[in-house]
C-alpha cells in the first residue's frame, strides 16, 4: 500500500509570495493534519482535518491555511511567506474516528524562503 | 517549561550496545505515547505506538510507560549502523490528532 504522499519534494520561494504544498493520506485514511519541522526540532503541529472540517488548529498565524476535498487529499497555504517560514512541512493520516488510532508521516515538502 | 523534553544528543555508541533514549513531559492528560524514526531527509517513522503504562516490545525494540514519573523510554537492543538516525518521542491526549514532539535524540551507531 503506498504511503502518505506529498508533492512537491523541494521548494524555493521568495519572502511575500505564497505557496502550496499538497498532500494524498494512505487509503482508507480520513484524517490528515500538517506539521512544520524547523531544523534540530520536533514537529510542530499546525492543523488537522477529519471528513473536510477542520478538527484543530495550532498556533500559526492565519497566514497559514488548509483545507481537505472529498478524497481526503489535502492542501496547505501559506502567504506572505517569512524567511521563518523555512522548514520542513510534513502531512500524516490517520484512520482517526471513533478509535484513537496512530499517525503516520509523509517525506514532507522542504520549503526554501529567500 | 516545554511540554515534552527530550535529550537532544548527539548519542554514539558501538554494534551490538544497548540503546536507552528517554523522554519526561508535564501534561497529566497525555494518554498515548509514540517513538518515531527519522532518517535525514524524510518523515518520522512510527516504531511503537503504547497506550497507558506498561511495556510493549516488538522485535530489538521497547517501549516503556511510567505515567506516575511522566517518563517514557524506548531501548533498542543488538544496535545496527542502519538504526542511525533522529528518535522522536510524541504524545497526545485524546482522540486527536495534534501530537507533541520531543527535540528528538540524534543516535549514531558505529561499526
Known amino acids: 500500500d503506498a504511503g502518505v504522499t506529498q508533492s512537491p519534494t523541494h521548494l524555493i520561494k521568495t519572502r511575500g509570495q505564497h505557496v502550496t504544498l499538497r498532500c494524498s493520506p494512505i487509503?482508507?485514511?480520513?484524517?490528515v493534519s500538517w506539521y512544520q519541522q524547523v531544523l534540530g526540532q520536533g514537529p510542530q503541529f499546525i492543523f488537522q482535518?477529519?471528513?473536510?472540517?477542520?478538527?484543530g488548529r495550532g498556533n500559526f498565524p492565519d497566514r497559514f491555511s488548509a483545507r481537505q476535498f472529498p478524497n481526503y487529499s489535502s492542501e496547505l497555504n501559506v502567504n506572505a511567506l517569512l524567511l521563518g517560514d523555512s522548514a520542513l512541512y510534513l502531512c500524516?493520516?490517520?484512520?482517526?474516528?471513533?478509535?484513537?488510532?496512530?499517525?503516520?508521516f509523509g517525506n514532507g515538502t522542504r520549503l526554501t524562503v529567500t | 517549561q516545554k511540554e515534552v523534553e527530550q535529550d537532544p544528543g548527539p548519542l554514539s555508541v558501538p554494534e551490538g550496545a544497548i540503546v536507552s533514549l528517554n523522554c519526561t513531559y508535564s501534561?497529566?492528560?497525555?494518554?498515548?505515547f509514540m517513538w518515531y524514526r527519522q532518517y535525514s531527509r524524510k518523515g518520522p517513522e512510527l516504531l511503537m505506538y503504547?497506550?497507558?503504562?506498561g511495556n510493549k516490545e516488538d522485535g530489538r525494540f521497547t517501549a516503556q510507560v511510567d505515567k506516575s514519573s511522566k517518563y517514557i523510554s524506548l531501548f533498542i537492543r543488538d544496535s545496527q549502523p542502519s538504526d542511525s538516525a533522529t528518535y522522536l518521542c510524541?504524545?497526545?491526549?485524546?482522540?486527536?490528532?495534534?501530537?507533541?514532539f520531543g527535540t528528538g535524540t540524534r543516535l549514531q551507531v558505529f561499526p
Open positions: 487509503s482508507g485514511h480520513k484524517s
Open positions: 482535518y477529519y471528513e473536510k472540517e477542520e478538527r
Open positions: 501534561n497529566s492528560a497525555f494518554q498515548y
Open positions: 500524516a493520516s490517520s484512520r482517526q474516528g471513533t478509535r484513537v488510532s496512530p499517525l503516520h
Open positions: 503504547t497506550y497507558s503504562s
Open positions: 510524541a504524545m497526545r491526549g485524546g482522540n486527536t490528532d495534534k501530537l507533541i
